[in-house]
């Protein structure tokens, strides 16, 4: 079942949401009501049980080609500026912290704060046409979308600087190389490839994954004693849930894990809905 946002459409495969930018016309330019969409989308996510990876991607010859340049001639005052990102503020961070595997598709341009999107996502898949832009100080603005916290520690703080300062992009065979993106394929292979992939991590520990992701998104400004304590925590959570004690039985049985039937038997043992109504997908 499709349902359409404004510049946003999202469709369930199975424990799978896509979501499509569907503002192809502006390049999937990231404009206040694709930000607003993608803010509720977001939070529908965060209560819904039965969705267990996420498949992100644009409809169209390119991803997000970032700021829409219309809106920023006429909204670029100060409190303009502070009301748009303090709604980014309520999107960006959530959505890279989302307690769930987010695999992104990309075709064509992620530029600006559109790569910020792309690289918010935990696996991307680069199509042939991909091209990761940077582009924030050629129109004289300061890289934001989070991209300032991770491209450092996707490729470094050097290569980091040579991309940002040079306005440079990196091609899906470059973006590969550097590790940005998991693999490049033909740009009509994308969304197969991704969707497979987030179908995948569906069938795995998806919430076990979830709770590795906040460990990783501090590791780079957390001591090792910190880091010790947050994995004895974290574990101590992972394994008191269904998918571990699944995962643990199928090893000692020798048998393929399910580790989502015994997430969705939990979820209706403990009184949690599975799932958000189905007129809200």
Same mark, same amino acid.
């Given at each position: 079942?499709?349902?359409?946002?404004?510049?946003?459409?999202?469709?369930?495969?199975?424990?799978?949401?896509?979501?499509?930018?569907?503002?192809?016309?502006?390049?999937?330019?990231?404009?206040?009501?694709?930000?607003?969409?993608?803010?509720?989308?977001?939070?529908?996510?965060?209560?819904?049980?039965?969705?267990?990876?996420?498949?992100?991607?644009?409809?169209?010859?390119?991803?997000?080609?970032?700021?829409?340049?219309?809106?920023?001639?006429?909204?670029?005052?100060?409190?303009?500026?502070?009301?748009?990102?303090?709604?980014?503020?309520?999107?960006?961070?959530?959505?890279?912290?989302?307690? #769930?595997?987010?695999?992104?598709?990309?075709?064509?341009?992620?530029?600006?704060?559109?790569?910020?999107?792309?690289?918010?996502?935990?696996?991307?898949?680069?199509?042939?046409?991909?091209?990761?832009?940077?582009?924030?100080?050629?129109?004289?603005?300061?890289?934001?979308?989070?991209?300032?916290?991770?491209?450092?520690?996707?490729?470094?703080?050097?290569?980091?600087?040579?991309?940002?300062?040079?306005?440079?992009?990196?091609?899906?065979?470059?973006?590969?190389?550097?590790?940005?993106?998991?693999?490049?394929?033909?740009?009509?292979?994308?969304?197969?490839?991704?969707?497979?992939?987030?179908?995948?991590?569906?069938?795995?520990?998806?919430?076990?994954?979830?709770?590795?992701?906040?460990?990783?998104?501090?590791?780079?400004?957390?001591?090792?004693?910190?880091?010790?304590?947050?994995?004895?925590?974290?574990?101590?959570?992972?394994?008191?849930?269904?998918?571990?004690?699944?995962?643990?039985?199928?090893?000692?049985?020798?048998?393929?894990?399910?580790?989502?039937?015994?997430?969705?038997?939990?979820?209706?043992?403990?009184?949690?809905?599975?799932?958000?109504? #189905?007129?809200?997908?």
């Amino acid at each position: 079942m499709i349902k359409t946002y404004p510049h946003v459409e999202t469709e369930r495969r199975d424990s799978v949401l896509v979501i499509r930018l569907d503002n192809a016309a502006a390049r999937n330019a990231l404009s206040r009501e694709m930000r607003f969409s993608l803010r509720e989308i977001t939070r529908e996510l965060q209560d819904d049980r039965a969705v267990r990876a996420v498949y992100l991607t644009g409809k169209g010859k390119s991803f997000c080609a970032g700021g829409d340049l219309q809106m920023l001639a006429k909204a670029s005052e100060p409190w303009a500026v502070h009301r748009r990102f303090r709604h980014a503020a309520t999107l960006f961070p959530d959505l890279m912290t989302l307690d #769930k595997p987010v695999v992104c598709g990309v075709r064509g341009h992620a530029m600006g704060a559109g790569l910020g999107l792309a690289l918010a996502a935990d696996l991307v898949i680069a199509g042939d046409s991909a091209q990761f832009a940077s582009g924030w100080f050629r129109l004289g603005v300061v890289p934001d979308g989070l991209a300032m916290f991770t491209l450092p520690r996707l490729v470094g703080l050097a290569k980091a600087r040579n991309f940002l300062y040079t306005d440079a992009s990196w091609s899906a065979e470059e973006a590969v190389e550097l590790g940005v993106a998991l693999k490049r394929v033909p740009d009509d292979d994308v969304d197969e490839e991704g969707i497979a992939l987030a179908q995948q991590l569906a069938r795995g520990p998806a919430e076990v994954m979830g709770l590795a992701k906040q460990l990783l998104l501090k590791s780079f400004e957390t001591s090792v004693a910190e880091i010790m304590e947050q994995e004895g925590l974290m574990q101590a959570l992972a394994m008191s849930s269904a998918e571990f004690r699944e995962g643990l039985s199928a090893l000692i049985d020798k048998r393929t894990a399910d580790h989502q039937a015994a997430a969705a038997a939990e979820a209706s043992v403990d009184g949690m809905p599975a799932s958000i109504k #189905k007129d809200q997908l």
